[in-house]
Every structure is written in structure tokens, then in C-alpha cells.
């Protein structure tokens, strides 16, 4: 009997039929109501939403487009939230819930992120409704009969360590059975009651949460969600925009969903008549002023992280264009003066109509003498391979001046000097 109670719309089917929600691939989502046509929500809610950060957004180049009917402005270069739709919203989704509720209905929390893993398994608990945290199991829906036997296998095991079955096997088999059964509670925990599908989900962040909302939509599961200013409200049947980074805006999210669900509950048992003994549920601890300090620390150090990361992208891609550049200069002037070269060592080849060979200069009657590495011995190879694509003959690198050898890339004063010397030596 406690069993039902735990998971009245799980373990056993309700006496009223659960109500029918159509999918967002059939129907076409309401356009969301202008900041005139949403009620205004009460003041002290607003407070509470802006005390939580629900009205941030991401930065307005990450934004999606289809988001901007619940987008407010920009302040920073961050999109700020509407609350005023974000309240009116909410309080579609807290009734739609309700009703679902109230008549046996299931709904599936989805939460992985690391902001609000332990409040979704705690407002899911004390609902006594199923819930992922860690992570997305695939083909969870599509593939839900070989699934649900693994739920099984998993509620035998903790049958059998709980009645001190597993203390009467020998070490290994106990051994490997406990870390089996671990594992399955980290994977399965969360949905160890789940024994059909469930007829909502409610997932913060579908954006991150993409497989879960892909096999929501095959097979016809009405989606609730959180959305920032970089999701798709398309996919979402009840969508609710809001901040679904920081810590408190997810709690405050959670909290609302899981309070509402609660009071449906109530009413259900009430209906239905059932009465079982109390069951221990963990509430949250009153935070003291040093934790409330640490949560807005680390909500601070997680933007400054984004704002360092998009810091660190932009100088990375920067200096990617200043080598890039850099780079097409050194060639263009290695290619400029490699035409230089190969202009002078022409001019130098080229044989004039001279008087007879009696009377020329010894100099001319000489053949030109190819410039090789191995009369370049005292420099560096990588040295001696500009200096080779820049003059091909001894003739041309003698002539050439010391100016124009220090125009080289890498090439100064004093290893011109070092040049000259050595090809001065040259006979």
C-alpha cells in the first residue's frame, strides 16, 4: 500500500484517466502573449525572480532568434528575460501540472546539469515523482521495454540485498553484484518506480538536454522546459523563459514545480481515499548567510569563467590573424627578393658585344662560379638556405653589398659581415 502512495500514477492505474496532452509536433504553440496582454504577476514574485536571476540571459550573440518575443532588452551584451511573461507562463505550466496531477498523471523530472542535480532529486522525492540527474539514458522512451527490464533487475537486487540475501553468497559473487547494483542505482535510481512512460517531462535546459527531447517528441510525450535565450521554442509545448544556468534560478524553477505537484497530490489521495504513515522526506537546510555568500560566489566565478573563456577565444583567434599575416609578409618579401636576385644574376650573365678577347679583362673570360653550401661553412643551414635562394653565384653574392645582405630575413650586421668574409675567401 506505501508502495502506491510513493507512485500512485507508477505503481497502479489511477481511477480517473490521466488527461490527454498533445505533443508539440501536432499542434501549433500559442504565440506568446505581449508585455500588455500577460497579467501582471504580484509583486512580491517579481522580487523573488529577480533576487534569483531568473531574468538573465546568454550573451546576445549566443542568442536564438525564435526567442525574441520573451526577450526584454540587453544590458551588457547579455539578453535580459521579460519576467512578466516568464511569471504569466509559469503559472500556465503550475496549473497544467496540477491537473495532470490531481488524476494520476507522472511527470519525469530531466535536470543533468551539475547546478541543480541534488534539488531535482530532492523536489522529485518529495513529490514521489522520477527523475534523471546524472545522465540522459538513450532510447529511455523509444526503447522503454528493454529499459524497464533493467528497472526490474534493479529493484531485484535491492530486494535481495535488503532481505540478506547477498550476505549468504561468497565474497566474489556478493562482490560483483553490490558494484553492479551501484552502478544501476547512479544510472536507474531516480526511475527505479517508472513502469510506463510518463505523461509529461519537465526538463531544465533542453538545449543541453537534445536526446531527451528528440525521444519526448517521437513518441508523442508533451514536453514542459526551461528556456534560455539560446533555445528553440518550437520543440516545447509549455515553455517557461528563464535563466537555467545559475543555481538559484534553477532551485526557484524546481521548487515552484515541486510545491505545485505536492499540493496535486494531496488531492489525489483525498480523492482517492488512501491513507498510509507518514513518509521522511529531506527538506532543504535554512542556509546561513556564509552559504547564501558562497552560492553568489560561485554563480560570479562561473560567469567570470564564460566572460575568460570568450576572452581567450577572441585573443587566440587574433593572434591566429596576426601569424596568418605575418606570415604572407615574409613570403611576399622572400619572393621579392628571390626576383631581385634572379634579375641581378641576369644582368650579370648576359654577354655584351665586347671587343676582342685580347683586350677584354681577365674577369670576363672567366665562366660564372655556382654559389654552394660548402663554401658557407661557419653558418647555419638555415641561413645558408636563404642566402642560396637569394644569389645562385659566388659573382653575384660578392657584388652584392652589405645592405642588401642584411635585408635577408634573420640576417644582421654582423653575419653579413660574417658573409662577406667568407665569400671574399672564396678564389
Known amino acids: 500500500m506505501s508502495e502506491e502512495l510513493e507512485n500512485p500514477g507508477v505503481e497502479s492505474a489511477p ?8 505533443p508539440a509536433a501536432e499542434t501549433a504553440i500559442a504565440k506568446p502573449e505581449t508585455k500588455a496582454e500577460a497579467s501582471t504577476p504580484s509583486e512580491e514574485m ?12 546568454h550573451q546576445k550573440r549566443r542568442w536564438n532568434p525564435k526567442m525574441a518575443p520573451y526577450i526584454f532588452g540587453i544590458r551588457n551584451q547579455i539578453h535580459i528575460i521579460d519576467l512578466i511573461q516568464t511569471a504569466s507562463k509559469l503559472q500556465e505550466a503550475k496549473k497544467i501540472v496540477h491537473d495532470l496531477v ?28 522520477p527523475y534523471i540527474n546524472k545522465r540522459w539514458i538513450g532510447g529511455l522512451f523509444t526503447n522503454f521495454k528493454i529499459v524497464s527490464k533493467r528497472i526490474k533487475y534493479l529493484n531485484d537486487l535491492r530486494t535481495r ?14 562482490v560483483v553484484l553490490l558494484k553492479e547494483l551501484e552502478k544501476l542505482e547512479n544510472l536507474m535510481g531516480g526511475i527505479s518506480t517508472l513502469t510506463k512512460l510518463p505523461d509529461l517531462v519537465f526538463i531544465i535546459d533542453p538545449h543541453r538536454e537534445g536526446t531527451a527531447v528528440k525521444e519526448s517528441l517521437a513518441v508523442k510525450i508533451p514536453i514542459m522546459a526551461s528556456l534560455d535565450t539560446n533555445c528553440d521554442p518550437d520543440v516545447i509545448n509549455y515553455p517557461i523563459p528563464a535563466n537555467d544556468d545559475a543555481i538559484r534560478s534553477i532551485n526557484f524553477l524546481l521548487t515552484e514545480m515541486g510545491d505545485e505537484i505536492a499540493k496535486a497530490r494531496l488531492e489525489y489521495e483525498a480523492k482517492m481515499g488512501i491513507t498510509v504513515k507518514p513518509k521522511i522526506i529531506y527538506a532543504p537546510k535554512a542556509k546561513s548567510a556564509e552559504t547564501e555568500t558562497k552560492v553568489e560566489v560561485i554563480e560570479e566565478l562561473e560567469e567570470l569563467e564564460k566572460l575568460e573563456e570568450e576572452k581567450e577565444i577572441h585573443r587566440a583567434r587574433r593572434l591566429h590573424q596576426v601569424v596568418e599575416q605575418e606570415e604572407e609578409e615574409i613570403e611576399k618579401e622572400l619572393k621579392s627578393k628571390k626576383a ?48 642560396l635562394d637569394a644569389y645562385k653565384t659566388v659573382e653575384s653574392l660578392k657584388a652584392a653589398t652589405l645592405d642588401e645582405i642584411s635585408e635577408l630575413p634573420g640576417v644582421g650586421p654582423v653575419t653579413a659581415n660574417r658573409i662577406k668574409e667568407a665569400i671574399d675567401e672564396i678564389k
Open 46 to 57: 517579481l522580487k523573488r525572480m529577480l533576487s534569483c536571476g531568473v531574468h538573465f540571459g
Open 340 to 387: 631581385k636576385a634572379d634579375q641581378k644574376e641576369d644582368q650579370d650573365t648576359t654577354i655584351p658585344t665586347d671587343p676582342p678577347a685580347s683586350e677584354q679583362p681577365e674577369s670576363s673570360q672567366t665562366e660564372q662560379q655556382p654559389l654552394t653550401e660548402e663554401m658557407l661553412p661557419n653558418l647555419r643551414a638555415s641561413l645558408v638556405k636563404k642566402i
Open 161 to 174: 540485498r535488503d532481505s540478506g540475501e547477498l550476505d549468504n553468497m561468497i565474497k566474489k559473487e556478493r
Open 102 to 129: 490531481a488524476k494520476g498523471g507522472v511527470i519525469l523530472f530531466v535536470c543533468t546539469k551539475k547546478q541543480g542535480q541534488e534539488k531535482a532529486a530532492e523536489v522529485a522525492t518529495k513529490c514521489h515523482m
Open 15 to 22: 481511477a480517473d484517466p490521466a488527461p490527454v496532452l498533445v
